[in-house]
Nanobody, 125 residues
Framework: QVHVVESGGGLVQAGGSLRLSCSAP????????MGWFRQTPGKEREFVAA????????SYTDSVKGRFTISRDNAKNEVYLQMNSLRPEDKAVYYC??????????????????WGQGTQVTVSS
């Protein structure tokens, strides 16, 4: 079992920035792809960004390209999501997840097996 904890959510005005952090102590995280997903009430959890274990493959959903940046620090067992130019439609609960494998920057929820509890991001217009 891998304990995943997100932090950094909050309330921000449109156009502002937030940096989410994800911690997953132990050796598993540093050898796996990590992903960020988000979910709003009544909707499916959707992919936001993913990064392979060695950062050589990174993927973003189209709506956040150019605004969000995913990165990781394996020495600290942490992954980050820098969110700039936030929009009201970015409002959601953001989840960090540990993938089952490490080869690609996976975008499907089925490819992840450990999830955090989520952190709320609210963007006011």
């Amino acid at each position: 079992q891998v304990h995943v904890v997100e932090s950094g959510g909050g309330l921000v005005q449109a156009g502002g920035s937030l940096r989410l952090s994800c911690s997953a102590p132990g050796p598993t995280m540093s050898s796996r792809t990590m992903g960020w997903f988000r979910q709003t009430p009544g909707k499916e959890r959707e992919f936001v960004a993913a990064i392979t274990w060695n950062s050589d493959d990174i993927s973003y959903t189209d709506s956040v390209k150019g605004r969000f940046t995913i990165s990781r620090d394996n020495a600290k067992n942490e992954v980050y999501l820098q969110m700039n130019s936030l929009r009201p439609e970015d409002k959601a609960v953001y989840y960090c997840a540990v993938a089952k494998f490490r080869i690609n920057a996976y975008s499907a929820t089925e490819q992840y097996d450990y999830w955090g509890q989520g952190t709320q991001v609210t963007v006011s217009s």
